[in-house]
C-alpha cells in the first residue's frame, strides 16, 4: 500500500540521495515505491534553511500509471492556429484522443528558428514572421520554461506531465517552482513535434493564417499563405483552435475585420531590470546561498496610484530582443535549465487601463507599438535597446558608464532616458515602487541595476471572447485559446487552456457521433 509522508526536511546543500535513506529507514529498510510528490524551499531563517519534502512510498513495488485516453473512433479534421504551449498541448492532447490535428505556424521548427534569432541578435536583421516571438513553442520559448501559475486549474497537473513525458527534467513534477530552461525546451518540442506526427498529425511551418470560409455562422475552412511566397492555401475543418499569441497584430485585425467579436483589454508596461544574481541570492538566502540554486523573487508595491509588480523573474538569465515588427524594440527575459549567468532579470511592469490609451478596441495594441517605436528611436533605430542604471532613472539624469552591473541584452545597448520612452505615469509609478520593493529585498533600489527598454508584451491587448462551450461567440466551430485571445498568462496556463478546449472539442465530436 503507497503510504505518504508530508515535512520531510533536508538541510540545504544535501541531496535527494538523503532524502531517499531517510524515507528507506521509515519504510523498514525495503522501499519498492518511491516518488517525491512535493519540493520547496523554506528560507525563512538564513540561518537555518532547508528543503521541504512530500514523497509517497511503500516497501513493494506499485503501479500508478494512468490508463490511456477513450479516442474517437473516426476523428475529425481539427486545424490549430500556432505553436505556443497552448497550440502544441491542445494538439497532443487531440492526438491522445484520436485526432490528427494540421499545425498552421507562422514562424518556423525550433532548430532554424533558433538560427533565425541568432542571426537577428548579431547582425540585427528581423524577420517579422521567425523571430522571439513567432514559431515552434512561441514566446516561451525564449524564455526560461518557468511553469509555476497562480491558478488552481486542475489540468495544470496534466501540462506538468505533459512536459515530463516529452523530455522536461522529472523535477518539475514536484518542485514548488518548476523550470524546464530555455535550452532543454527546445528538446521537449522536437519530441511533441515527432509524437504529433506519429499520430498522423503535420506541421505547417512558415504559414500565415490569414483568413476563413463559413456557412450558416458555422467554420468551414481555414485558409493561410506562405510567409515567404505569398502562396495561399485552404484547409477543410470541423473545428480551428485560434492559438495565435499575444504579438499576432495582424491577425488581431484580420479577425476584427472578419466580424469576430473581440473586446480590448487592460494590461501593463514597464521595463527589463538586471542585478547581479550574487547579490541578489545573497539576499534571499544570506550566507548558505552559495549552496543553493540562483534566488528568485516575487515583488509588488502600491506605494503609487498605480500597482507595480515583477513578473517573470528569470535567475541567472539575459535580457532578449523580442520584437516582432520592424522598427521597434521590445525586451523579454530568458534563462537555462542551470541559470548560472552573471545577472538576474525581471520584469518590473506598471499596471495600465484604458484611461491611458483609449477604449477603442486597438487603442490598446497601438499604444504598445508606439512604445516600441519610441524605444527603437533612443536605441539608434538598430535595434539597439535604451538602457539607463536606476540610480540616473530616479534622478532624471542620462547615464555615462555602467557600474556593476552590466547588461545582456545580445543586440547591444544604448543609454537614454527612458522617461522619454514610456509614459509619464509609469516613470513617476517606478520612481516610487523600486525603493520600496528595495525595503522588501535588500539591494533592489541599487543604483547600478539596470532597466533596459521596453518590455510591452506582457499579456494581449484584446479578447477574442468565447462562450461556455469555449467556441467564439461569433462563428461556431472556431475555439479562441490561450494567451494570444486573452484567457492565459504564461505557460502552464496557457498549455492547460489549450488542454481543455481540446477536451471541449473532443466532448462535442463524441456526443455527436453517438446521436448518429
Avoid at 518539475?172 to 522536437?190: A, E, Q
Avoid at 542585478?275 to 534571499?284: K, N, P, V, Y
Avoid at 549567468?341 to 504598445?368: P, T
Amino acid at each position: 500500500m503507497i503510504k505518504r509522508l508530508d515535512n520531510v526536511k533536508i538541510p540545504a546543500g544535501k541531496g535527494e540521495d538523503e532524502l531517499y535513506k531517510l524515507v528507506k529507514k521509515r519504510a523498514g529498510g525495503r522501499l519498492g515505491y518511491f516518488r517525491i510528490l512535493k519540493k520547496s524551499l523554506d528560507a525563512r531563517d538564513k540561518k537555518n534553511i532547508f528543503w521541504l519534502y512530500s514523497v509517497a512510498y511503500s516497501p513493494d513495488k506499485e503501479n500508478d500509471e494512468k490508463p490511456p485516453l477513450e479516442k474517437l473512433k473516426s476523428a475529425p479534421a481539427v486545424c490549430v492556429i500556432g505553436s505556443g504551449p497552448a497550440g502544441l498541448c491542445c494538439a497532443v492532447r487531440l492526438c491522445e484522443r484520436g485526432y490528427s490535428p494540421v499545425i498552421v505556424e507562422r514562424g518556423m521548427s525550433v532548430d532554424e528558428r533558433v538560427r533565425t534569432v541568432n542571426a537577428f541578435f548579431s547582425e540585427r536583421k528581423l524577420d517579422e514572421n521567425c523571430n522571439v516571438q513567432f514559431g515552434e513553442g512561441g514566446a516561451g520559448t525564449f524564455s526560461d520554461g518557468k511553469l509555476n501559475t497562480q491558478t488552481k486549474d486542475g489540468y495544470n497537473r496534466d501540462v506538468l506531465e505533459m512536459f515530463a513525458r516529452f523530455g522536461a527534467p522529472q523535477e518539475i513534477l514536484y518542485l514548488n517552482k518548476p523550470h524546464i530552461g530555455s535550452d532543454r525546451l527546445r528538446v521537449v518540442l522536437k519530441n511533441i513535434r515527432a509524437y504529433i506526427c506519429e499520430c498522423g498529425g503535420r506541421f505547417l511551418f512558415g504559414k500565415i493564417f490569414c483568413g476563413f470560409t463559413s456557412a450558416c455562422g458555422e467554420l468551414k475552412t481555414v485558409k493561410f499563405k506562405d510567409a515567404g511566397t505569398g502562396e495561399e492555401g485552404e484547409l477543410p475543418v470541423a473545428a480551428a483552435v485560434l492559438a495565435v499569441g499575444h504579438s499576432a497584430r495582424d491577425t488581431f485585425k484580420m479577425l476584427a475585420a472578419s466580424g469576430i467579436y473581440m473586446e480590448p483589454r487592460d494590461f501593463a508596461v514597464g521595463v527589463r531590470v538586471e542585478h547581479i544574481a550574487g547579490h541578489i541570492s545573497f539576499a534571499q538566502y544570506g550566507e548558505a546561498y552559495g549552496l543553493l540554486p540562483a534566488a528568485d523573487y516575487k515583488l509588488v508595491s502600491h506605494a503609487h496610484e498605480r500597482t507595480v509588480f515583477t513578473f517573470c523573474m528569470c535567475p541567472g538569465g539575459v535580457v532578449v530582443p523580442a520584437a516582432s515588427e520592424r522598427g521597434g524594440v521590445v525586451v523579454n527575459g530568458m534563462s537555462d535549465f542551470a541559470r548560472d549567468g552573471k545577472n538576474s532579470n525581471s520584469a518590473l511592469m506598471v499596471q495600465l487601463s484604458r484611461a491611458d490609451y483609449g477604449e477603442r478596441l486597438f487603442d490598446g495594441m497601438d499604444f504598445q507599438r508606439r512604445l516600441e517605436q519610441a524605444a527603437f528611436a533612443a536605441g539608434g533605430k538598430t535595434y539597439r535597446a535604451p538602457c539607463q542604471r536606476f540610480g540616473d532613472f530616479a534622478k532624471d539624469r542620462l547615464s555615462e558608464n555602467f557600474g556593476e552591473v552590466l547588461p545582456t541584452y545580445a543586440a547591444g545597448v544604448e543609454f537614454a532616458p527612458l522617461s522619454e520612452v514610456l509614459p509619464k505615469v509609469a516613470v513617476m509609478a517606478l520612481k516610487a515602487a523600486v525603493p520600496d520593493m528595495g525595503r522588501k529585498l535588500k539591494g533592489f533600489d541599487c543604483a547600478d541595476a539596470l532597466f533596459t527598454g521596453v518590455e510591452s508584451r506582457f499579456s494581449s491587448p484584446v479578447r477574442i471572447v468565447r462562450g461556455a462551450d469555449r467556441q467564439s461567440v461569433s462563428l461556431k466551430g472556431l475555439y479562441p485559446c490561450g494567451e494570444g485571445s486573452g484567457y492565459s498568462g504564461g505557460i502552464t496556463s496557457s498549455a492547460a487552456d489549450g488542454i481543455k478546449t481540446a477536451e471541449f472539442i473532443y466532448d462535442l465530436h463524441k456526443n455527436l457521433a453517438n446521436n448518429h
